[in-house]
């Protein structure tokens, strides 16, 4: 379990492998702790600077604004595309498919993703996440087929190598993706 | 610009049933846009690259490349002579050389990604629908047409009981396949036409 601090800028050390799910949460400082499924992930508010880990092993680094900076990127994205192909899904409200859009974006943004993009495609969102050494491939399926709720196909790889594909409903494969990956912030997609 | 006749289907040839191993398939794609081709993520083919979702890769066209050259990929015909043309035939039809400009024109915003024959033919595809583990299997299956002798399909099998499943149910299925699919073959394509050998006579000659 946790070694005593060293430096003031870092909060917590945890060995290689260990998965602590807790929430993230804000120092009084100002500092915000996150947590990674490899080693803990320390952030300084001041300096902006990652905290060096003192046991080795690397970082997975997730910088909490990252995940608004990427939502904003997606965000544009999406709009700009469908912009440019207004008849995306036919007679479907903008409003509803950006609503949408937020739901799937929150919900992986979540895994604080090294890179992330997102590109429409017929009736669908289709994102591709790259963590560490996952990548995660979501499509959001805005027009349901079966049960009235919108519904997802994931697919991850590590390595190039297949490790779990998956359809069903999109809160679902956020539950899913959680076998492969550790949310950095909570994602609730429950309204899809 | 003449019709590479070394493409169609002729009475000398026969079904291709051989072992492919070491063969490589060429799928072309309606544009040359590298940012609709790459994916920025992971810099190599985009899934929606591989086909669009709606097609549902049940059947998915390829060539068999070799004397299928690479640039080949760029013949497009007029959809005038589609009903000639983009059929399914018997390997020894004997079938008209299409003719320039009238029948088919030379399309240069194409490109074409490539697999090896080995990753996809009989492989099995694992996917979760809902609560269920389900697997499909791959296979490929020597198909020619009147304008491509060397025109193979990519095709599945699955574990399902799809002649009980109605059409909605069945695309279902197919959606799920098709998704694991297309992400399987956008991390295993090439984006650069391989060496590749020349099939044996004996494999596609009758005699």
């Known amino acids: ?18 998965v602590d799910k807790r929430e993230p949460y804000r120092e009084s400082d100002g500092r915000i702790e996150t947590y990674s499924n490899s080693i803990t992930v320390c952030w300084d508010h001041n ?15 997730p910088n909490p604004f990252n995940a608004n900076r990427q939502f904003i990127a997606l965000e544009k994205s999406f709009l700009k595309q469908l912009e440019q192909d207004p008849d995306f899904i036919q007679g479907a409200n903008p409003y509803v498919l950006r609503e949408k859009m937020k739901l799937s974006a929150n919900a992986i943004l979540a895994y604080a993703p090294d890179k992330i993009s997102l590109q429409l495609t017929e009736e ?10 996952i990548t995660l491939y979501l499509q959001h399926c805005l027009v349901d087929e079966l049960d009235g709720r919108d519904e997802a196909l994931i697919s991850i790889q590590r390595n190039n190598i297949n490790l779990f594909n998956y359809g069903g409903s ?17 994602p609730v997609p429950e309204f899809a | 610009m003449n019709y590479p006749e070394e ?8 079904q291709i049933n051989c072992d492919l191993s070491g063969h490589f398939l060429l799928r072309f794609v309606e544009t040359s846009d590298p940012s609709k081709l790459i994916d920025p993520v992971t810099e190599k083919l985009s899934v929606n690259a591989i086909c669009s979702p709606r097609e ?28 000639k043309f983009m059929e399914y035939c018997d390997p020894d039809t004997i079938v008209d050389v299409p003719i320039f400009e009238k029948e088919f024109y030379h399309q240069p915003n194409r490109a074409g990604w490539y697999i090896d ?13 809902g609560n269920q583990d389900l697997t499909a299997i791959c296979r490929i299956i020597h198909s020619p047409m009147r304008w491509n002798y060397w025109h193979f399909s990519i ?19 197919a959606q799920k396949i098709g998704f694991a699919a297309r992400v399987q073959f956008a991390s295993l394509a090439r984006m650069q036409p391989p060496d590749c050998p020349i099939l044996e006579k004996a494999c596609y000659c009758k005699n």
């Open chain 1, 47 to 61: 300096s902006g600077i990652y905290s060096e880990n003192p046991i080795g092993g690397t970082y997975a680094t």
């Open chain 1, 170 to 186: 999109l809160p679902e494969a956020i539950v899913h993706i959680k076998n492969f990956l550790i949310p950095q912030y909570n």
């Open chain 2, 56 to 83: 549902h890769i049940q059947d998915l066209s390829m060539n068999l490349l070799g004397i299928f050259k690479a640039d080949y990929m760029h013949l497009a015909f007029h959809k005038s002579v589609y009903g």
């Open chain 2, 117 to 129: 024959i080995n990753q996809l033919h009989n492989k099995l595809f694992s996917y979760q629908k």
């Open chain 2, 155 to 173: 095709r599945w099998t699955t574990d399902q009981n799809l002649e009980d499943m109605d059409l909605k149910q069945r695309n279902n299925v």
């Open chain 1, 124 to 133: 669908s969102i289709f994102y591709t996440l790259i963590k560490d050494d």
């Open chain 1, 1 to 18: 379990m946790p070694a005593t601090p060293a430096r003031p800028d870092v909060i917590l050390y945890y060995p290689i492998g260990y």
């Open chain 2, 7 to 14: 493409i169609l289907p002729g009475i000398e040839y026969k």
